[in-house]
């Protein structure tokens, strides 16, 4: 096994594989040792690389090497399941290796990245391997495509040490005019839509059985995209928006446009814009093997409607499976996705997926442009268009219906008898006691690695992205006795968005998990101090954005589990973003019963930091109860709100996010 990942060579260590001939494609072979001369010159060290028999490739090399690639699509899906088994097959490393030198010259990028990163992140005996994070190798998908024609020239013109950062303005992706635009700092937040990637890589919804079905996975797909929704409602709400209109009525047109702004550089084509007014269309694409209606969509839809209100869908042997109160919602979570763990996929369809596709596909349905899908049609740029909230508000509405069906927690299930909250407070450092802030921050990003392009050598880019001040929880708890318990920590909006009080049925779908974590209660008084940086949301900045700079020495750990501990919600957007008056929020803390909380397994080791919207690595979810508890179900008989839900072990403080308009330069260090 190579001591270091042989798939990112860093810094000084320059190295190049010793490709066997016969595996070279086609165009290269005739001129074989001039390719591996000029690229052996910049080398210090040559990584042999094993002959081994090559399996048969077949379809996967159909779709062709400049072209985009969407895991929304099922031919794309298809191969890309084809390929992730032939890395999963190969018998060992070198094997592996040898494969994926061959495959990488012949079979599209993004497919190849894809399947490259699920392999080594499911096979046994790639767990301390690593593959560069996508941002780095696909830049392009992340940021304003104008970088990277001044990132050519300045590598052309400007030595290496002088070169300064590109900076990306704020605004780039459109004006005031559009009200809209007032939450594209968070729905183009690079941290975000690597988040939002990463949760996809983690979670696929096709492959091997063994890759696919992973503990709670159903659940956790609403859970996550839930929490996704209460975020983004929480910023519009910030913004003097109103909450995000479900996409309910499917043939009326679509009032919200979108302009990416980005250009793929390995299609070497503008991702697609949809422009104001689009109705979602049939789309007949003979190119990606799709034949879908919008018809298709309603029956899933319908057919999805009836089994949550007869409490029981139909298998493929018509056999029914009744949504039982705990499980049901994981079971719902793989129907709607879909993936393959849905029960008949064949009668409830491809919901969920499909609807990415019909809106990807808008701008040319039949592909007479012979456009690609837009920003929507893949994981690693959806959540940039304001047509991912309302499609996913339509998805996690259906999810609540079958909530509200469910039983209420009655008292007894959520106090923990001899357990009181006394009080809660938040701290900033040097800042008002319960006055969170909010600021701007510029950050800087080495691009070059995603650039191909002489002469090499760091592009960095300077980009500007919301942040909050650190700051920590003091939460003073009396206990009875001697006990374990979950401290649950939400945050809401104190007002909906007339400026009234919530009834709690509403406000209940706007807390944001901020942070859960283990207690040890000793009798009598204890008092808790939780920094906000350790949440079980959030991964640091500094893992979302790693290899940030790569003059740095790597921690070996840092780089090995980067697969997986690259799904996280950026710490940077753990705080919506207030406004500068002030936005009056409440924040909520609860200490359970740990009898209905406790996991019994060995959580420790590395990537369970942020557990609760991803998991953690090859384990069961932490936390036994129903995700999103104590908020995930309508209220019990009597509670209109809040103040009224609460039990003893529970308590709400009121808090404010006062954002400051100002830019803060980078960080010492980046
Ligand atoms: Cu994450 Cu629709 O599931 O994008």
Redesign the pocket.
């Known amino acids: 096994r190579p001591q270091e990942p042989v798939f990112m060579p860093k810094g000084d260590q320059k190295k190049v594989f010793a490709v066997p001939p016969e595996y070279l494609s086609d165009k290269y072979k005739p001129i074989g040792t001039q390719v591996t001369n000029r690229f052996g010159e910049e080398a210090n060290e040559t990584v042999p690389v094993n002959r081994i028999s090559i399996p048969p490739m077949g379809e996967i090399l159909e779709l062709p090497r400049d072209s985009n690639f969407s895991l929304f699509i099922p031919k794309h899906r298809r191969i890309a399941g084809r390929l992730i088994d032939i890395f999963l097959g190969v018998r060992n490393v070198d094997d592996l290796l040898a494969v994926a030198v061959y495959a990488r010259d012949r079979v599209n990028p993004y497919l190849f990245n894809y399947a490259l990163s699920v392999a080594l992140l499911h096979r046994e005996d790639t767990q301390d391997l690593d593959v560069p994070s996508i941002i780095h190798s696909f830049p392009d998908k992340y940021v304003d495509s104008k970088v990277f024609n001044k990132a050519r020239e300045d590598a052309t013109v400007v030595p290496e040490g002088a070169r300064m950062p590109i900076e990306i303005p704020r605004d780039y992706t459109a004006s005031d005019l559009e009200e809209e635009h007032r939450l594209a700092y968070f729905r183009e937040d690079i941290g975000l839509n690597l988040h939002?990637w990463h949760?996809?890589l983690v979670y696929p919804f096709e492959a091997a059985r063994s890759v696919v079905n992973k503990n709670r996975r159903g659940e956790l797909f609403y859970y996550m995209?839930q929490q996704i929704m209460s975020r983004y409602n929480f910023e519009r709400l910030c913004n003097k928006m109103k909450r995000t209109e479900r996409l309910i009525d499917w043939n009326a047109p679509i009032k919200e446009a979108y302009f990416p702004k980005l250009d793929s550089l390995v299609a070497s084509r503008s991702w697609p814009a949809r422009v104001s007014g689009q109705k979602l269309q049939d789309v007949r694409r003979e190119v990606d093997g799709i034949k879908l209606d919008v018809e298709d969509l309603k029956r899933w839809r319908d057919r999805i409607y009836d089994a949550i209100h007869a409490g029981f869908v139909r298998d493929r042997n018509d056999r029914q499976v009744p949504l039982t109160e705990f499980e049901g919602i994981d079971v719902l979570g793989n129907i709607v996705?879909s993936s393959i763990l849905s029960p008949n996929r064949d009668f409830y369809g491809d919901m969920?997926n499909t609807g990415?596709i019909l809106l990807s596909y808008i701008h040319d349905p039949d592909h007479r442009h012979l456009e690609s899908f837009g920003v929507i049609g893949d994981?690693a740029t959806?959540m940039r268009d304001p047509i991912?909230y309302r499609?996913?508000g339509f998805v996690d509405d259906l999810f609540q219906d079958f909530k509200s069906r469910l039983p209420r927690y009655e008292e007894n299930r959520l106090n923990y008898p001899g357990v009181t909250v006394e009080s809660v407070n938040v701290t900033v450092q040097g800042g008002q006691p319960n006055a969170l802030q909010t600021f701007w921050q510029q950050s800087d990003v080495d691009l070059s690695r995603g650039m191909d392009f002489s002469p090499r050598g760091s592009v960095f880019v300077r980009f500007t992205h919301l942040q909050h001040r650190p700051f920590t929880y003091n939460i003073v708890v009396q206990s009875n006795q001697p006990r374990e318990g979950t401290c649950r920590i939400f945050l809401a909006p104190k007002f909906d968005e007339r400026g009234n009080p919530w009834l709690f049925r509403d406000q209940r779908l706007m807390f944001i998990e901020l942070d859960k974590f283990r207690v040890n209660l000793k009798q009598g008084e204890n008092t808790i101090t939780r920094n906000s940086a350790d949440s079980s949301v959030t991964i640091p900045f500094e893992r979302t954005y790693r290899d940030l700079d790569t003059s740095r020495p790597q921690g070996g750990q840092q780089l090995a589990q980067f697969n997986f501990c690259g799904c996280g919600w950026p710490d940077n957007l753990l705080i919506p973003k207030g406004s500068p008056e002030g936005f009056s929020c409440q924040l909520f803390v609860m200490i359970s019963n740990i009898n209905d909380d406790r996991i019994n397994q060995d959580a420790s080791g590395q990537c369970n930091d942020a557990d609760s919207y991803c998991g953690i690595k090859d384990k069961l979810y932490p936390d036994r109860r129903s995700m999103g508890y104590p908020f995930d179900r309508m209220p019990r008989q009597g509670v209109d709100t809040l103040q009224q839900f609460l039990t003893t072990n529970m308590r709400v403080q009121d808090v404010s996010i006062q954002f400051q308009n100002r830019t803060f330069k980078p960080r010492e260090g980046n």
């Open positions: 939002h949760w996809h995209h996705e969920h990415h994981s959806a991912f499609w996913h």
